[in-house]
């Protein structure tokens, strides 16, 4: 799976309040994976730091582990305590709500923030910074005093964070556990255990029906974008690099290095247009060029274990 960690804490319901915390990662088709619960007094920064350090038993500390969360201090100051390698993002639907409550900005405004953090490149992000900073300067001001730029614009992020650049996974999770966050706290993790079982059930029964090499999201995105490259021109420039032309800016892809001048590829780690274009002429199978995370193999791996119900004590 994709090392893309959304962490969130929701409040509960019942009568005995707290706060569930949680965090998911994306399986290769797209859909939203939950890791780990728990069920805590408050917010703080000893409890989201205790999570932390019981999630470190499940997922080693890594170079290209990657935390997102909103900008919680207990999340932010939690993650760097326990996972010293890994880097940490902001939940970009999260800072463009803030932006928008906060400056009372329009959502002009707040479209064009979502463009410019989404940019590939940092050309494509210091053009539409500029067209922010000339149409919206209170947003830019915002930014500059408050955030730094590494952890909200994936042009400039240390580390991959593919395609994933909101929380959106875990709380459309806790959206579907609302009912349960009703419930006394024992009750409410047995209906969380209910639900997690038969959301594994359902991506088995999905994953053993799907057929071909890639996950069917993964698939439709490369289909869209071979569709785009047939009105591509491409020239060898070498062995392995190759000049592609047009759709959108001229690009550079290098076969060997999985790099193309767009950067689509080397951020999402599935072939970008220009790529497929250059893999036709180099007779090199597009698959070959798909990150193992989107085939169906390891889609697969992720459901091979039953979620079981905890035994009576
Ligand atoms: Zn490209």
């Known amino acids: 799976m994709r090392n893309v960690i959304s962490v969130e804490g929701t409040y ?22 939950p890791i780990a619960w728990a069920v805590v007094d408050s917010e703080s920064e000893e409890s989201w730091t205790w999570f932390f350090e019981k999630l470190h038993e ?10 997102i969360s909103n900008r919680h201090k207990g999340i932010i100051s939690g993650v760097a305590s326990v996972y010293k390698k890994a880097q ?20 002009g405004g707040v479209a064009l923030f979502m463009r410019t953090t989404k940019a590939y490149t940092q050309m494509e992000f210091d053009e539409l910074y500029d067209e922010m900073n000339n149409s919206y300067p209170s947003i830019t001001k915002y930014l500059e005093d408050n955030i730094y730029r590494e952890k909200w614009a ?3 992020f240390h580390g991959s964070r593919y395609n994933i650049m909101t929380t959106n996974g875990s709380e459309s999770i806790n959206a579907k556990l609302a009912q349960a966050r009703d419930l006394p706290i024992v009750a409410m993790l047995d209906a969380i255990q209910n639900l997690t079982s038969s959301w594994f ?3 088995r029964i999905a994953d053993v029906a799907s057929t071909g090499h890639l996950t069917p999201w993964a698939k439709r995105t490369v289909r869209s974008r071979f569709i785009e490259s047939q009105k591509m021109e491409v020239f060898q420039l070498n062995t392995f690099e190759y000049h592609v032309t047009g759709v959108g800016h001229d690009a550079v892809v290098g076969l060997n290095r999985r790099t193309c001048r767009c950067r689509v590829f080397d951020i999402d780690r599935l072939p970008c247009s220009h790529t497929i274009t250059a893999a036709g002429q180099h007779n090199m199978n597009i698959y070959e060029l798909c990150s193992h995370y989107y ?3 390891v889609w697969t791996l992720a459901y091979t274990e039953t979620v079981y119900p905890v035994p009576p004590l």
């Open 88 to 107: 940490y993002g902001h939940c970009l639907w999260h800072l463009g709500q803030n932006i928008k409550t906060k400056l009372k900005s329009k959502a």
């Open 154 to 156: 994936r042009s400039y």
């Open 201 to 203: 059930n359902t991506h």
């Open 295 to 297: 085939t169906t193999n």
């Open 12 to 33: 509960l319901k019942g009568r005995y309040k707290g706060v569930m915390l949680i965090a998911t990662a994306q399986d290769g088709n797209h859909h939203q994976y």
């Open 58 to 67: 499940l997922i080693p500390d890594d170079d290209e582990l990657i935390f």
